[in-house]
DNA sequence: CCAAACACGTGATCC
DNA sequence: TGGATCACGTGTTTG
């Protein structure tokens, strides 16, 4: 019964007497197969096996409720996943949460590149259209993101058009509260777009309107922008 | 079905043979915290244990292979979840799991229904409001699903003018070529809007109105109408 | 020391 | 039969 233990074995039962025994461990060695004495670090030679007895089953407790708590995530998972047929392997289960998971993040974010979903922070960004759009040789990307407010529309259209600038096409999207908008500009007067100087002087004009729409609207609710996105609704047109 | 045979009994250790000894269990009665011998079905007294050694082995390997692709899977499960530390109970990581899924799917089926998603066919819907809107006594709401169609708008505006109708409202949402626009109409002239006769020749006209438009533009192009929804991008805006 | 969490080996069960 | 899956009780570890 004593033979030698180590590395790679596997406990295969433990004995406890038939009243209060002694206790030790069985494993199978499994290079050669054959039962040889566990290596146990707590060799309680003999001793309080009447309270070991109750430790022992407020540890079977423990661990069948722990069980108990998984698998009653399992069968909710089992109920969520639309694939799900009650009768799944866990780890199959599993790799069907995990694909539609990724399914579901995919879609997210695929919807939010297109157009993207408004940042919880204020932001503006100008910058020159590359290449001619449609025929037209220059042109002005903005986007501002803020607080969704109704009107923020027409008043950054005024703004523009103090400028001699026109929105050509906009995109606008709101999300729990907040929106981001996209603007493509262009100047109504003919000018020389070929200035750099001129161009830079354009985006810094859009930016600074842009800025004072943003400041006249964002003086009251502020302690709010970091509440909990719940309500989704991203919206878009195209105005003419 | 026999799963849970041992109800109110839990199995304590099983007792292996010093070399090829008998197997028997024990197991612990939880009412009256005694050990007793275990109902084993199958008493193999005193057989073939060579054989058997080698089918625990598989067994256990059998079963550890299970746990790995279990446990795989959880960890993949952890780096999949935004706010999977990796230091997470099971338990946890499946209610997280569970509730990432949830937030996910709602944010879906909402995107959807707020703003539900163009039909694949083409459809007119126009119904009187329920009850003054914002203190307007009467309006219309009509949608219309259709081919996606930037100058569709405008259109529609157009139409709509000739009757002397108005549109206060509109939500726009185009899903990978296809499009549904819901408008809130309201009359320009004053009318009796208790006259239920007068309301349904207006709801009448909005659909003929609507119908027209939609005629000039689904001339072209139909074969295309069933492909697959890929990309998605879901706007509105709010005009003033 | 206890409580919780995990891996392990095993008996039972289903196909 | 055998292979695969599950629930169980236990040993071990960690805080």
């Given at each position: 019964m004593e033979r030698e233990a180590f590395a790679s074995?596997?406990?295969?039962?433990?004995?406890?007497?038939?009243?209060?025994?002694?206790?030790?461990?069985?494993?199978?060695?499994?290079?050669?197969?054959?039962?040889?004495?566990?290596?146990?670090?707590?060799?309680?030679?003999?001793?309080?096996?009447?309270?070991?007895?109750?430790?022992?089953?407020?540890?079977?407790?423990?661990?069948?409720?722990?069980?108990?708590?998984?698998?009653?995530?399992?069968?909710?998972?089992?109920?969520?996943?639309?694939?799900?047929?009650?009768?799944?392997?866990?780890?199959?289960?599993?790799?069907?949460?995990?694909?539609?998971?990724?399914?579901?993040?995919?879609?997210?974010?695929?919807?939010?590149?297109?157009l993207m979903i408004p940042k919880d922070y204020d932001e503006i960004k100008v910058e020159e259209q590359e290449g001619g759009l449609n025929g037209i040789p220059y042109s002005i990307r903005a986007s501002l993101c803020c607080e969704y407010k109704p009107g923020l529309l027409s008043d950054v259209r005024q703004a523009l058009d103090a400028l001699h600038l026109m929105i050509i096409r906009a995109e606008i999207a709101t999300f729990g509260g907040r929106m981001k908008n996209v603007f493509l500009i262009i100047s109504c007067n003919e000018h020389n777009f070929e200035d750099a100087e001129y161009r830079h002087f354009l985006s810094g004009s859009v930016h600074q309107a842009l800025r004072s729409v943003l400041d006249r609207f964002s003086v009251s609710q502020d302690i709010l922008a970091t509440r909990k996105r719940r309500r989704i609704s991203i919206f878009s047109s195209d105005f003419l």
């Open positions: 074995l596997e406990r295969i039962s433990d004995v406890i007497g038939s009243g209060y025994g002694s206790s030790s461990s069985l494993v199978l060695d499994r290079e050669r197969g054959e039962l040889v004495k566990a290596p146990s670090k707590l060799e309680h030679k003999g001793v309080c096996h009447e309270r070991s007895i109750e430790a022992l089953r407020n540890h079977s407790e423990a661990e069948r409720r722990r069980r108990a708590r998984i698998n009653s995530h399992l069968d909710t998972l089992r109920t969520v996943i639309p694939g799900a047929n009650r009768k799944m392997d866990k780890a199959a289960l599993l790799a069907e949460v995990i694909g539609h998971l990724k399914e579901l993040r995919a879609n997210a974010t695929q919807a939010c590149e297109g």
